[in-house]
């Protein structure tokens, strides 16, 4: 007990210090936020990344693969939002989700249908103009389905 007393004496612990220091969840959300060019966007709880390079849907998705992520997906108000207001009307990017002909809806990369219902009451418009149109860009405040194969930038997303 006297050894521990005397660490105590020696090295005594400062709380003002403490509270200053950032937490180490903090740490690691900004390390694993600006690994590879990433931002952390607090309000919408993701890390995110444009890339300008334009690349096909499938090797989009590769890349943010690579970079353990995923293709950005707007399923909230606020992500959308944001991709509204990063993207304002300079071009279109590829973002996370794909037709499925056999079952006749979109999903998110994540797996979950997007709510067609959902956009519509938010004035969202998804437009759909070929039948080789099955991935999502993001162009001028609405999501278009395209031919996977157009080269084009795209937005990749972290979870914190």
Known sequence: ????????????????????????????????????????????????????????????RNVCLVERADLFIANTIGTYEYLKDIIHQSGSVWIGARYFEEDCIWRWVDGNILNITTLFNLGISLIKTTNDADCLQFTQRMFHGINCDKKQRFICQRKI
Do not use: F, Q
Not at 9 to 23: D, F, G, H, Q, T
């Open 1 to 60: 007990m006297a050894l521990v007393l005397v660490a105590i004496k020696r090295y005594p612990v400062k709380a003002k210090n403490i509270l200053r220091r950032p937490s180490y969840a903090t740490t690691m959300v900004n390390d694993l936020c600006e690994a590879n060019g990433y931002s952390n966007v607090k309000e919408i709880n993701l890390c995110v990344k444009v890339h300008g390079e334009p690349l096909n849907w499938t090797d989009a």
